[in-house]
């Protein structure tokens, strides 16, 4: 075998591999004898049937099978003898392959970066004092009761977080937006839906900032300003005029915190619900401080030191984050004709975050390497039980499904190992209490 390496980039190398002919006629040899082995017909034992025969009848099975494996052997054979520290074959071409010529394979891989790792033990981080005050546990309380409200019809003008039951019907200059979105005809005309006064954003943004004041039976023109970056593309950044009727108005009521509600929550006292409360809220600001001073510690990995991080790990992290962006987005109702309208610009920023998480995923695979970070069971069992509960299934059979999926098992198997990797940088980071906000 002669290999030739032609460099590309420094992440990105060429090998040329050619095979003598005495070895790709090794490699036919032993896929006839392979068939020969199965081989059977009339009149022939299973098995006996002379090689001439073999090549005559199964000529197509064994120029298949040899064709695969001259271009499997000569990849193999030159990311061996390369010595290179390959993340991923790219692509492989092969010239002509006959049992009579040399064969020559042309692979194409990414290799990992060579650098030096900076320094990642000790790194500053500043994380806020956990405080939970009487406010935040009132807050969440008042949420709680927010969840569990009731909405009652009301004939007084509409406040606040009230709802109000209306139609409308929106005009850009004298064409109906009704006509500009036949296809989304909901962003033109209603003949009822339900606004939060002053509340989450809906359908048409900013309308729910308009109602406060308004009677059953009020008309109204409201002026709604599309924002630029809008998912439906005919009305970004266009002005419409929607003439608005009001139905109804009702009022939200909070249930009274009593034996009930308390019941509902599974405690019989508010002090216990407070108590489990101010623990939750504890719980989660730990959880934030930590996220922090995991960003913090990624961060300052990233900025100490520069190398070229190889494309096709860079393009990979970028379908991910796009296909995760898209399912979250379609969850909320976004429709997936909006994605292929903005495709370039949410490919352009998906690869900006791609770029910088991959360099991360790459100097955190030096680090466990270097620190011989190993994933144990309970490392596998604890992602199983989360991961589990997320897709509302059992551990066992979330197990039995990723074990007929290898490509997902390895994806998963790194995943926990960069997870653990950041999380020895980060038990070894300095800690100094962050600044009160102001």
Known sequence: MNLEIQDVSATRKTLVVTLDQSEVEGVYKAVVAEIAKVASMPGFRAGKLPTAVVEKRFAKEIADEFHSKVVTKAYRDGIEQSKLDVYAVTDVKEGLIEKSLSAAVTVTVDVQPQFTLPEYKGLPTEVAAVEVTDADVEAAIQGMRAERADFKEVERAAQKSDYVKLSYEGKIGEQAVAELVPDRAIFGKAPQTWEEVEGAEGLIPGLGQHLAGLVKGDKKDVTITFPAEFHVTELAGKEAVYAVEVLEVRERVLPEIDAEFLKGHQVDTLEALQA??????????????????????????????????????????????????????????????????????????????????????????????????????????????????????TPDKLAKELGKDRERVRAMQQSLLLDKALDFVVAQATVTPAPAKA
């Open 276 to 393: 489990r409360t101010r623990e939750h809220i504890k719980y989660q600001k730990e959880m934030e401080g930590r996220s922090q001073q995991r960003r913090q510690v990624t961060d300052a990995l990233a900025a100490a030191v520069e190398f070229e991080v190889p494309a096709s790990l860079i393009e990979s992290e970028t379908q991910t984050i796009l296909r995760r962006f898209i399912e979250e987005n379609m969850r909320r109702g976004v429709p997936q004709e909006s994605f292929e309208q903005n495709k370039k610009q949410l490919y352009e920023d998906a690869r900006k975050a791609a770029t910088r998480n991959a360099k991360i995923q790459v100097i955190l695979g030096r680090i466990a390497v270097e620190e011989k970070v190993e994933l144990n069971d309970n490392d596998i069992n604890r992602f199983l039980r989360m991961e589990a509960m997320r897709s509302g299934q």
